[in-house]
């Protein structure tokens, strides 16, 4: 006895480290999750806004382009209607400023509204520096330009948006806007306070924030960054930054987890004190007694329920107001008594837990299923430890984690709804894509030429090798790569179908080891061997008997090389690199966009060998 007073201080200290220790490795493991639960919250909404952000621009610029193809279509007719339709667009859609009509020497002809933008109306632009170039831009690459954010000479700032205007291949002007998007995208960003948000420019301009960016500094490893590409002639491309502010920390309650550990540590430190008085001799049991009511009374406070049972689930001690709350019975009801929530269909679980508390030392961690006494079924964290020096006393931690568990499901609902709009966007494209065939085919339907004829077929054939790439991404759960061998398959069968006379068919071999390309290769790739295919029909095999094409795909070491062969009348292979052709444009351009190595050679065919590395990047990455 006198040995066990000498070492009561030491004993005491020890049992407050253990829990100490004890209480910070719990707080440690729930903390770990709890970020990572708030980290890929803050990942899924940063990618779901800037997609919003991506789609909202597109929207805009295809006001501006539907616009265009009117009067296109109608070789200038619809340029009686323009005014309503600029006007109309700039009532019915608060991104657009003002619509302008430039014609080819550069001057502002008309615009809408008129009111305020007077002064613009005759104005030549080729006086402009910030304009002149990315105008120019925009009519020589024939697709619409997209300037810097600038200040425009009614003194606000815009994006200028210009669509050159072709009828019947003669430049007659530019369709142009100015467009803000401050208000649709504090649109997209309502609700969502808890973040700040920045967008640049190209030329690092920022042009649109949101959000308070008090307490980002806190959150800078959460920050989600992301590009948004604009699409137009000079390749501009937008960068998205969001990151949490003060208030995600106040709407998550980040700050509650640290209050927790302190009650526990300090619970932990009245365990040891309570420890020391109750081993004092009778002359200190008073106060002994007050320490104990003082740890009692914290016990009772603290905010996670705390009970201590037997083996067989006998409640022995505690059951504090926070178990009260979280399971319902009061301590009156449960003293004494097997545990109340351990109901039939719990029972075999309660036993396997109690064996494993038996068979490991220190502190062992569970996610259990109770049912409260209103007979609502909950989740609970729950921590089990022996009371040291009482094998058959556990001490039991208990956590509603509910709200957690729902959350989870939560995220995981969103991702499918993700998954379900990009398949739609897909087939929304492919669909779209078809309407632009059946214009084609209704035009066909009115040429008499059978060279515009063969022109127009020519390019109802580019565009099923790009919408047979949406529709394999619409069919498959992989939003990022389709199947090649799938794809080519269907590319040949639709040009033989198109091409064969019956007399003189071609014979097509293949050889293709499945492999699977990302949508940004997939769409030159196809595009490529179109147009290779497309031009061995039309000139190779006239008078040759017998004609046949070679197609052969592999990867190989990161890269993928193929190499095309016909057996047709052949060229000189100086007159692929002089030829300005459209198709063989094409096939430069795509060669150019998957950065591939390239060789021609005619013996006696034409034929051409091309590797370019694989990408790994997704749908919406750049080559």
Known sequence: MKNFENYRLIISVGIGLFLSILAMVIWRVNQTKLESSLAGKVTDTGRLISQQFDVTLKENVSRLENLKRRLEMTDGAYFEYWNRDAAQIVETEETFKFVEWIDSTMTIQRVEPYEGNEEAVGLDISRLDYRRSDWLQARNDSIFNMTHWLELVQGDKAFLVDEPVYINGTFYGTITAGMDFTKRFNDIMRGLDEYHVRITDEREVIFYTFGSSKGTDVFTEM?????????DANNGVWSVTMIPNHLFADINSISDNTLVLALVVILSVLVAISFFLTQKSSSAQRTSKIANDQFRAFINAAPIGIYVIDSEGIVLDFWNSAAEKMLGWKQEEVQGKLLPHITHEYKEDFKRIMRDVRKNDGVLNY??????????????????????????????????????????????????????????????????????????????????????????????????????????????????????????????????????????????????????????????????????????????????????????????????EIQYVDNGKGFKVDFFEKASSLGVTIVKTSLGQLGAEYEIFSNPGFGIRFRFPVKSKGAHSNL
């Not at 920050?223 to 699409?231: D, H, L, R």
């Not at 379900?420 to 059946?438: C, F, P, Q, T």
């Not at 565009?463 to 799938?486: G, K, P």
């Not at 499945?514 to 000139?539: C, D, F, M, R, W």
């Open 367 to 560: 996610e259990v299923r109770r049912r409260r006494k209103d007979g609502i079924e909950r989740v609970f964290r729950m921590h089990v430890s022996n009371v040291i020096g009482e094998e058959e006393r556990m001490m039991i931690l208990l956590e509603d984690i509910t709200k957690e568990k729902e959350y989870e499901q939560q995220l995981e609902n969103s991702l499918e709804e993700k998954n379900i709009l990009l398949s739609e966007v897909h087939h929304r494209v492919k669909n779209n894509l078809a309407i632009i065939v059946g214009l084609i085919e209704l035009q066909n339907s009115e040429v008499v030429s059978e060279e515009t004829k063969l022109n127009l077929y020519e390019t109802k054939n580019r565009i099923y090798s790009i919408s047979a790439v949406h529709e394999l991404l619409y069919q498959t759960d992989n939003f990022s790569e389709i199947s090649f061998v799938e794809y080519i398959n269907e590319l040949v069968s639709r040009l033989k179908r198109t091409y064969d006379d019956g007399k003189n068919p071609v014979t097509i071999k293949m050889n293709i080891t499945g492999l699977s390309v990302n949508i940004n290769q997939a769409i030159p790739l196809g595009l490529l061997l179109n147009e290779l295919i497309t031009n061995s029909y039309k000139h190779a095999f006239s008078g040759v008997s017998n004609p046949e094409i070679s197609l052969d795909l592999k990867e190989q070491e990161g890269f993928i």
């Open 223 to 231: 920050a989600v960054n992301s590009t948004i590409e604009v699409g």
